[in-house]
């Protein structure tokens, strides 16, 4: 079969969920086909990495060690793929690379331009995408809405590759908003006839309208769009409005998307979503509730946690269980909230603030028996708390706080103090590790060997690893080379577990990542004790 080629754009406003929709076409079309997604950012960062959390959401890693968009956290969970880095683009990245080619002398002595040159180096890179990973359809993103001037280049390529690849072979997904403005209960269709005519304007024809709404959209809204559109009413499909992201494919399915994007790309798809459709009606039917506390200095923007709070929905899924979030800002303090929880997670994140507000709620979780899950900083946190409280070492410290600690039972990397510039330099993407038999990690994961995701520049200083274990702190999973440790446990706790690692990146509705599981396990064991 020649490849394919679905471009999915945006107009309107921001924020309407362009990745989650784009992410939802490929997990209909996985079914039958590989797909591979690629995303196209505006912004002039090489990576998301050294963006800050609340401005920009999740950095999202992968197993090469990219730092990505956190639209590519919902890629890998609905497509069942993993990503690579080359997938992610960035005008930031595009203008480097062109820098680089210009100084080789690539281009001959010729007066290097944003047309021709940037916009055929971006078609040339999704045709080499496609090429290098084989895949059978190629999804791709253009991030921002149809008119910011961030994306232009990105447009121009996608119409440049309309016309190298052939319109029989490339489909184009609009995505937009109908409002129903408060007092007029109306479904309102100029705001997509606008956004529609602006993508006209750059030269590109909608195939498939989706229109985000809060109620399905009524026939009379849906021709008139498709009217503007020179389309079919069954091309409009209404982007309704979910309480769970995971029904987004079937709401597609159950519109007939996969069919339109058959015809028009004269393809054969066959869609088995039994086993998707299985774990949401799980979830729905559940009726015991646990509630689990974040602990984390990003809480004002719940996006800074994505993944986290992803795999939690997965658990949900899986076990049967409803679980609900409480966040709890650590600048702030915390222990108060602490009785309305059912099991703490305490997230990464860098730098001072907060840091005693988490060691406090670790110290209260480890003391009094509730499931605590430490996430990177948090396993460094929770080693802090266990030096300083059980093993007498008074004034433990992370140097990454406090560079003249008296016991610096957290220090930064050795390969780490050289390095000067901080974008892509932590120690990212996948590493394994050697799990401890009959540690409760090793039954969470039923393997001696296991890897995750990283993306940290400091470590559990080697110094004090005989000290920890002595007084009970169980060094459940260490580096191949025996220097670092990635996970950590106590024996004496209904579930006290904390990794190096983000497990959260890996886990997907299909297979919630293993240690999530056994802590709402262990929540609601204990739930079920009281």
Known sequence: MQRKYIVVTGGVLSGLGKGIAMASMGNILSSSYKVVPIKCDGYLNVDPGTMNPIEHGEVFVLDDGGEVDMDFGHYERFLGVSCKFDWNLTMGRVFDEIRKKERRGDYLGKTVQMIPHVSNFIKEHILKVGRESEADVVLVEIGGTIGDIENELYLDAVRSLARKVGR????????TYVPIPHGVDEQKSKPTQQSVNLLRHRGLEPDIVIARCSEMLTDKIRRKIAKFGNLDAENIITGIDVDDVYKIPLSFEEQGLSQLVARRLNMSISVDLSEWRALIKKKEEATEEIVVGIAGKYTSLEDSYASIVEALKHCEANLGVRVGIKWIDTEKGGLDVLDEVDGVIVPGGFGSRGTEGKIDIISYCRKNDIPFLGLCYGLQMAVIEFARNVCGLKGANTTEVDKGCVHPVIDILEEQKGVKDKGGTMRLGAHRAFIKEGSKVFDLYGSDEVSERHRHRFEVNPAYHEALEGKGLV??????????????????????????AHPELKSSLLAPAPLFEGFVKAMVGQKDRE
């Open 168 to 175: 029989d072979d490339i489909l184009f997904v609009h995505l």
């Open 475 to 500: 060094l459940s999973g260490i580096s191949p080379d025996g220097k670092l440790v990635e996970f950590i446990e106590l024996n004496d706790h209904p579930y006290f577990v904390a990794t190096q």
